[in-house]
């Protein structure tokens, strides 16, 4: 089993930055892809990022490519997910999920709000 708990989510302006977290426990997920997807109020969830096991390879949905930036710390455990150059349309709720068993491991969520 692995658990993930999201951090770092919040209120911010237009234009301003935000660096989410995500925490593993239970089981490492030093071997695994890790993703960041996000649902925004009314719509359905949609991916973000992705990072493979040793940071190597990281994709990103075309909205968020060149402001977002996903990397990881094994060693800790945790996948981050920096967030620069904040637009309204990025509000909504970001999960943070594990490949492992095809995306079957995903955390409570963390929100963030984008005020234009």
């Known amino acids: 089993q692995v658990q993930l708990v999201e951090s770092g989510g919040g209120s911010v302006q237009a234009g301003g930055s935000l660096r989410l977290s995500c925490a593993a426990s239970g089981r490492t997920i030093s071997l695994a892809t890790m993703g960041w997807f996000r649902q925004a109020p009314g719509k359905e969830r949609e991916f973000v990022a992705q990072?493979?096991?040793?940071?190597?390879?990281?994709t990103y949905t075309d909205s968020v490519k060149g402001r977002f930036t996903i990397s990881r710390d094994n060693a800790k455990n945790t996948v981050y997910l920096q967030m620069d150059s904040l637009k309204p349309e990025d509000t909504g709720i970001y999960y943070c999920?594990?490949?492992?068993?095809?995306?079957?491991?995903w955390g409570q969520g963390t929100q963030v709000t984008v005020s234009s």
């Open positions: 990072i493979t096991w040793n940071g190597v390879t990281t």
């Open positions: 999920a594990s490949k492992i068993n095809n995306w079957g491991y």
